[in-house]
């Protein structure tokens, strides 16, 4: 009879040490829901972005305000890394960009690769920059903040011998 105590002691101890394993963090987090922007130093006012996902398909449409202009900007991605091809708008004028990108789930954030070009004008000068820009997005513990970092190189030949590197985040707090 104590040997039968035993192995239903050691049996109820690894039941619940088992039960009691952290989330795995590479898990996929819940990125769905309606987020605000919540950095302070960013031009756009009463900037939403708002995800949908079903499957390995995720929808993002962000909309803000720029120069008293309204701004939807509407992307398809495919958690896959199948590839994606989407419109990018640019706040202020200026026709919208093919943009190319992969995305992907890895070590629990969603990373993706993108590229796209646009036309600028300096000095009387018009000259097309191109943009190969690295975006990862995670999810805080308690899923209530979602923090984008890019960082990003732009070439354009016309005016500069080499790319020109920036990095940048982007903080949103999940609305109820």
């Given amino acids: 009879m104590n040997r039968f105590r035993l192995v239903v002691v050691i049996g109820l101890f690894a039941f619940a040490v088992s039960a009691q394993k952290p989330a795995d ?13 919540a950095g302070r130093d960013s031009p756009f006012k009463d900037r939403v972005l708002v995800i949908t996902e079903t499957d390995d398909e995720m ?4 909309s803000y305000v720029f120069k008293n202009d309204p701004y939807t900007h509407n992307t398809t991605y495919y958690t896959d890394n199948r590839g994606e091809v989407n419109l990018k708008q640019f706040p202020g004028g200026g026709p919208p960009s093919q943009m190319i990108s992969n995305t992907r789930w890895k070590k629990g954030k969603l990373f993706q690769l993108l590229r796209y070009a646009y036309m600028m004008e300096s000095r009387g000068m018009r000259y097309k920059v191109t943009v190969d820009e690295e975006q990862i997005w995670s999810l805080s513990e308690d ?30 707090r999940r609305k109820h």
């Fill in 59 to 62: 929808n993002m449409v962000e």
């Fill in 143 to 172: 899923g209530e903040t979602l923090t984008v970092n890019v960082r990003s190189k732009r070439d354009a030949p016309a005016i500069a011998p080499i790319p020109i590197s920036t990095t940048g985040k982007s903080v949103y």
């Fill in 25 to 37: 963090p590479a898990a996929k987090p819940n990125l769905v829901g309606t987020w605000e922007y």
